[in-house]
């Protein structure tokens, strides 16, 4: 029986993960959880699922949890998620932390040579080269929870990438998909996922199309693919998760129902699969659709591209960087939806950041961008 640790348990991602694991105790012993500051719902998942550890973010109340629960032992901020993702007796970490949070974790998984289940889209985003080289040298295999990514790994699983043609990300379209005129879109509009139930920072990158472009960046150093052979096909039915094209035309890909306890399950369950209740049947489906995206729309998909192109220059960093702080603008209604293209193409013309292949300097690095494009923003936008 292998211990496993889920990062932000309180969120999609972990929840569901959590879910899984209550079907696999025969093989899993949750050791720990971690979750920042939704103390409310990290207690109904202590009672129901009882770690041993439990991690809780900076501002959440740390005494109430000791109270409550006098046998677990409690850790907080990130000294503390590092401290139990560096126990020894911890076999296999489930990173579905949001944001440059999840860096170090993935950090200290690989360093020390821990399974990773990894949905922290920033960690290879941000320092793509940095963690791919780590697992190589550490024989550590990172296993994606992303559902097109996991599409991807479970076409590929046991074949060797001679053969590849290319890589094919489906992308749902967001809410967005055939609307011309953005400038009066709401926030309620771009929470209006049509087929996904995800986090609000994921939800608006959907809505945009960056969530796209940041997985043609994870998928580079996922699969060892040059960014000419990653393409991105609009499904919006989201059935069709992702495909592989061979070399001799034949294209395979995954399909299923939109729920993300599916590719969760694989991650912690391959090679065998679960006997889950996420049943599709095609003859209802009766018909999948297939675009090539509006790239003059979305213009998110060509800087993703841009930045993969110029790899030394790390403008990936400046895209997470700048999205992070304009998606974060627009949740508090402080600017409109049109904004986040505005903020993130200024973002990449004028700032630059050399890369770096010291994890601790990328994370500094990428709170000073934060900064400096909030100070953009209000001097370009007034937000």
């Given at each position: 029986?292998?211990?496993i640790?889920?990062?932000?348990?309180?969120?999609?991602?972990?929840?569901?993960?959590?879910?899984?694991?209550?079907?696999?105790?025969?093989?899993?012993?949750?050791?720990g959880?971690?979750?920042?500051?939704?103390?409310?719902?990290?207690?109904?998942?202590?009672?129901?699922?009882k770690p041993?550890?439990?991690c809780c973010?900076?501002?959440?109340d740390i005494?109430?949890l000791?109270?409550?629960?006098k046998?677990?032992?409690?850790?907080q901020?990130?000294?503390?998620?590092?401290?139990?993702?560096?126990?020894?007796?911890?076999?296999?970490v489930?990173?579905?932390?949001?944001?440059?949070s999840?860096?170090?974790?993935?950090y200290y998984?690989?360093?020390?040579k821990?399974?990773?289940?990894?949905?922290?889209?920033?960690?290879?985003?941000?320092?793509?080269?940095?963690?791919?080289?780590?697992?190589?040298?550490?024989?550590?295999?990172i296993?994606?929870?992303?559902?097109?990514?996991s599409?991807?790994?479970?076409?590929?699983e046991g074949?060797?990438?001679?053969?590849v043609?290319s890589?094919?990300?489906?992308?749902?379209?967001?809410?967005?998909?055939?609307?011309?005129?953005?400038?009066?879109?709401t926030?309620?509009?771009?929470?209006?996922?049509?087929?996904?139930?995800?986090?609000?920072?994921?939800?608006?990158?959907?809505?945009?199309?960056?969530?796209?472009?940041f997985?043609?960046i994870?998928?580079?150093?996922?699969f060892n693919?040059?960014?000419?052979?990653?393409?991105?096909?609009?499904?919006?039915?989201?059935i069709?998760?992702?495909?592989?094209?061979?070399?001799?035309?034949?294209i395979?890909a995954?399909?299923?129902?939109h729920?993300?306890?599916?590719?969760?399950?694989?991650?912690?369950?391959?090679?065998?699969?679960?006997?889950?209740?996420?049943?599709?049947?095609?003859?209802d489906?009766?018909?999948?659709?297939?675009?090539?995206?509006?790239f003059?729309?979305?213009?998110?998909?060509?800087?993703?591209?841009?930045?993969?192109?110029?790899?030394?220059k790390n403008?990936s960093l400046?895209l997470?960087?700048?999205?992070?702080?304009?998606?974060?603008?627009?949740?508090?209604?402080?600017?409109?939806?049109?904004?986040?293209?505005?903020?993130?193409?200024?973002?990449?013309?004028?700032?630059e950041?050399?890369?770096?292949?010291d994890?601790?300097?990328?994370?500094?690095?990428?709170?000073?961008?934060?900064?400096?494009?909030?100070?953009?923003?209000k001097?370009?936008?007034?937000?």
């Amino acid at each position: 029986m292998e211990s496993i640790v889920v990062l932000g348990s309180t969120g999609s991602i972990g929840s569901n993960t959590l879910d899984i694991l209550s079907r696999m105790k025969n093989r899993y012993k949750l050791l720990g959880i971690s979750f920042n500051n939704n103390t409310k719902k990290a207690i109904k998942q202590i009672e129901m699922y009882k770690p041993i550890f439990v991690c809780c973010g900076k501002n959440a109340d740390i005494n109430l949890l000791k109270n409550k629960f006098k046998n677990i032992r409690f850790l907080q901020g990130e000294e503390g998620i590092v401290e139990m993702i560096s126990m020894k007796d911890v076999d296999f970490v489930v990173n579905a932390l949001v944001g440059t949070s999840g860096l170090l974790p993935t950090y200290y998984t690989l360093k020390n040579k821990k399974k990773l289940a990894l949905a922290n889209k920033e960690s290879l985003v941000i320092a793509g080269k940095i963690f791919s080289d780590m697992a190589k040298e550490n024989s550590i295999e990172i296993i994606p929870i992303d559902s097109e990514h996991s599409a991807i790994y479970q076409c590929l699983e046991g074949r060797k990438g001679e053969d590849v043609d290319s890589i094919i990300i489906t992308a749902s379209g967001g809410p967005f998909l055939h609307r011309e005129n953005f400038e009066n879109i709401t926030l309620e509009d771009a929470l209006n996922h049509p087929n996904w139930s995800m986090g609000n920072k994921i939800t608006i990158d959907s809505a945009t199309m960056m969530n796209k472009g940041f997985e043609i960046i994870e998928a580079k150093w996922l699969f060892n693919v040059g960014y000419d052979r990653i393409k991105v096909v609009v499904h919006k039915e989201s059935i069709l998760h992702s495909a592989v094209e061979f070399a001799d035309g034949s294209i395979m890909a995954q399909l299923g129902a939109h729920d993300m306890r599916i590719p969760i399950s694989y991650a912690l369950s391959k090679p065998r699969r679960l006997n889950l209740e996420f049943k599709i049947n095609l003859a209802d489906i009766a018909a999948l659709h297939f675009e090539n995206p509006d790239f003059e729309r979305f213009s998110t998909l060509n800087l993703a591209y841009g930045a993969l192109k110029k790899e030394d220059k790390n403008l990936s960093l400046i895209l997470n960087a700048a999205d992070e702080v304009a998606v974060s603008y627009f949740l508090n209604k402080k600017i409109k939806f049109t904004d986040i293209f505005k903020i993130l193409k200024y973002s990449y013309a004028k700032f630059e950041n050399n890369l770096n292949s010291d994890i601790f300097a990328l994370k500094e690095e990428t709170k000073k961008i934060k900064k400096e494009v909030s100070l953009l923003i209000k001097k370009e936008i007034g937000g």
